[in-house]
């Protein structure tokens, strides 16, 4: 059995559509796990409404203490084999957890990922292409990478939504969401998980979940400044450093992807001389300088190339102009 555990906050606008979208899944042995995480809106008697009409639904209500905690909640309260979850705003396709299981079964890999699109108002999609080939990859092989492979796209398999993990390696090893980790708890999750695992298979190429965009999304949250910080120092604590999976490089590596994603957030949030100055100050930024040589500009595309080139030759200006101007149009229709 699968449990598939759901942390639900005021999303009564997409609650509807998501859990229609699980309970339609032509993999049926499944145990959906509500939990409200303290709601102020209509979501909780929705939760209510679909544990009343199928019995395969259980529903959970609790004080809000954010996603992290409410995924624990999830985990101490899961009884399938396999485990997995989902956003309450976003929908996946009806073969999600079958395409899942079967790769599970058939290759006996520790987890399976698939493929994700992001979905816009008016059910518009934007295929998110796979940084890896589909098959079958020991453990050693993507520790050295996945904390950051230089793409400047940050952890590799780092998304929990769309994965199928398995529930015995996760209490034997007592792994747990880090609260205190607001950006990117998935992402150390899933690095953390890696290392007690043999093996995982992609399936990336397939895109069977999709996180939906709206001005309510987690992505749409994001503040100015460095907000990373805690992912790297719980990084640093774990002492990876002394194992054979180049550390110092892809924190070297993900020292650049921060940097981006900091100027698309400043670009974002503030406006004009504020937001060029800001900008300069971080490109000024020592440990930045030290790390972009270690990125290979052969990996990057095209977008993701022209940001590399503008931040190694400084030039604030035109980052502001580009993040702010055309990045909001561009990346509607090109894949991430």
Known sequence: MISIIVPVYNTEKYLRECLDSILAQTHTDIEVI????????????????????DKRVRVYHKENSGVSDTRNFGIEHANGEFISFCDSDDKVDSELYRMLYNAMT???????????AYLYDGGRMLYSKPRIRDGKYESNV???????????SGFLFSGVNNSLFRREIICKNNLRFDPPIRYNE?????????????SIYSLQSKPTYFYRQHGGSSTKKRTVGDKYEPLRQALWNMKLD???????VQMKRRTVTEALWQILDIAEK??????????????RNEELQRSIPVICVGDLNVYKKFYYILMKVKMPWVLYFSSSKLLPVLSK???R
């Open 242 to 248: 002394k194992m054979d999976i180049d550390f110092e």
């Open 186 to 198: 998935d992402s150390l999750f899933s690095f953390q998980y890696m290392l007690h695992s043999r």
């Open 106 to 116: 058939e290759y006996d890999v520790d987890r399976v990922v698939s493929g994700y």
């Open 270 to 283: 503030e406006h004009g001389l504020e937001a060029v100055r800001d900008i300069r100050i971080l490109l």
């Open 142 to 152: 993507i520790l050295r990478k996945m904390i950051d492979d230089g793409t400047l």
């Open 34 to 53: 509500l939990i409200d995480d303290g709601s102020k809106d209509g979501s909780l008697s929705i939760c209510k409404e679909y544990a009343s009409i």
């Open 333 to 335: 229709y090109i894949s």
